[in-house]
């Protein structure tokens, strides 16, 4: 964080009183972490304040509209007054954001946005300072942290702005104020707080505003959810990347390689061979996105693509390991929703065309009212996919299993597994070195996590 001086904190807050020369080193939004030499705006005012706290700290301050109580005397001295401490929390972050000039880069979607975005920092920090979402911690209560971590010697801002309900992406691109907005696709997920397929589009198409209608936005060019949104309101500089459909970046000849996907670039008339080190066409369009903004930062296309070889993937992001019994372990269990499913679906034909494929899935959540109609969904591609054994975890995905049925999957290779140990006993017999097994299931499953590291040979 920039060093900041009090007085020109109470000035853009309002505040007519002045303290002393105050230097602050941090700003938090939660008074958990209150230090010396910081503001923390009481948020949340479920929280009451220790004010036992004040005996051993010097210069933290409280931004609050609440009055103190005639027993806090001891922190009178310490409460900056407001109107609204909502409305002063969003003055200072604009204020913060405004004293840096600097390309800031936010990337939504369904699918693909931390990958896109490791791809970005970890060729961008080689040669400049960057700030930049932390793994896929890309909530909205990481934000301040994020825009607290740019200071003067901050090159670019790499930023996910992800969602849960509507509203969410324009409140994280008000704290980045993006220069560049991307956006990988829009598939189906988080149908829990945005209700319907047509809002979730919607909501993924803040980005338009979250860029003030200007920058530059980046987009795949394929994806037909994308295209469902009036981009005439834009009045900035739009860019596509794709595969199927003429692109300003696009790639042909799409070839699995022994350790990751090889393609040719197509951009402004030239072409370029690239590698990646991961699998499936949907890091293919990652790369396509990440190369359209390095080319846009000003990054020669030649020493982007020299990066990408590199690059280190997230982990339990469609990770390969050996397995038990000399068996392949695909560890995707990051997240889960039916458009990470399709894309491991995908890899795991083309991987696993001479073994014996099984898939185990858990839970999937964020479907709403529609899980049951996406189930389906899932069901019909387990056997559209080839998958020789479906292994179900729990009563959401056990629908999966019975739609599976339905589409004439046989049903003696369905198992459905009530607890970890019951996976165990069934896995542990199917594995052997003519078998690849992807594990599907959301993060939030700790448990489950457990269960995989059994059937990975560490």
């Given amino acids: 964080m920039k060093t900041l001086k009090i007085n020109d904190i109470l000035q853009v807050l309002g505040v007519e009183k002045k303290k002393s020369n105050v230097l602050i080193q941090q700003v938090s939004n939660d008074i958990h972490q209150m230090s010396d030499d910081t503001i923390v705006f009481h948020l949340n005012k479920r929280e009451d304040l220790d004010v036992t706290q004040f005996d051993t700290l010097k210069n933290c301050f409280i931004v609050s509209d609440q009055p103190i109580l005639i027993n806090q005397k001891k922190i009178r001295n310490s409460i900056i007054h407001v109107l609204d401490v909502e409305g002063a929390y969003r003055q200072f972050i604009e204020y913060y954001r405004s004293l840096f000039d600097l390309p800031v880069v936010a990337i939504t979607g369904t699918c693909g946005k931390a990958t896109t975005k490791e791809m970005l920092k970890q060729v961008l920090e080689k040669s400049y300072t960057i700030a930049a979402t932390i793994s896929n911690k890309n909530a909205l209560n990481y934000n301040l942290n994020y825009l ?23 409140k994280g691109c008000q704290y980045f104020k993006p220069t560049i907005g991307v956006i990988t696709n829009i598939g189906i997920d ?9 809002n979730y589009i919607k909501t993924k198409g803040e980005m338009l505003a979250g860029l003030n209608y200007q920058g530059t936005l980046i987009i795949n060019h394929d994806d037909e959810n994308i295209k469902r949104l009036d ?4 009045k900035g500089k739009l860019i596509t990347f794709g595969i199927k459909l003429k692109s300003d970046y696009q790639a042909e000849n799409i070839v699995y390689q022994e350790m990751g996907m090889s393609f040719t670039l197509i951009t402004k008339k030239k072409k370029y061979q690239v590698v990646i080190p991961g699998f499936g066409e949907h ?25 990408l070889l590199t690059i280190q993937f997230i982990r339990s992001h469609l990770e390969f390991h050996q397995g038990l019994h000399n068996s392949i372990v695909i560890d995707d269990t990051w997240s889960s929703n039916p ?3 399709k894309s491991a679906f995908e890899v795991l034909r083309h991987i696993g065309k001479d073994k014996n494929k099984i898939v185990v899935l858990g839970k999937i959540s964020y479907l709403g009212d529609e899980a049951i109609s996406y189930y389906e969904q899932i069901g019909r591609m387990v056997v559209e996919y080839g998958i020789d ?33 019951e996976l ?35």
């Fill in 339 to 341: 458009t990470s499913v």
């Fill in 231 to 234: 981009l005439k309101p834009f």
């Fill in 283 to 307: 890091n293919v369009y990652n790369a396509l996105a990440a190369i359209a903004v390095l080319d846009e930062l000003g990054i020669p296309i030649e020493d982007a693509i020299q990066d």
């Fill in 389 to 421: 054994i479906l292994i179900t975890l729990d009563s959401f995905s056990n629908h999966i299993g019975k739609h599976a049925i339905m589409h004439h999957m046989d049903k003696n290779h369905v198992f459905h597994c009530r607890d970890e140990r």
């Fill in 190 to 198: 988080h149908l829990s707080g945005c209700k319907t397929l047509g």
């Fill in 424 to 458: 165990k006993n069934t896995l542990e017999v199917l594995l052997d070195a003519h078998t690849i097994v992807l594990f599907k299931v959301s993060m939030f499953d700790k448990k489950f996590k457990k269960t995989v590291k059994y059937f990975i040979d560490v």
């Fill in 148 to 170: 607290l971590a740019i200071d003067d010697k901050t090159d670019f801002g790499i930023f996910e702005t992800a969602i849960s309900y509507p509203g969410d992406l324009i």
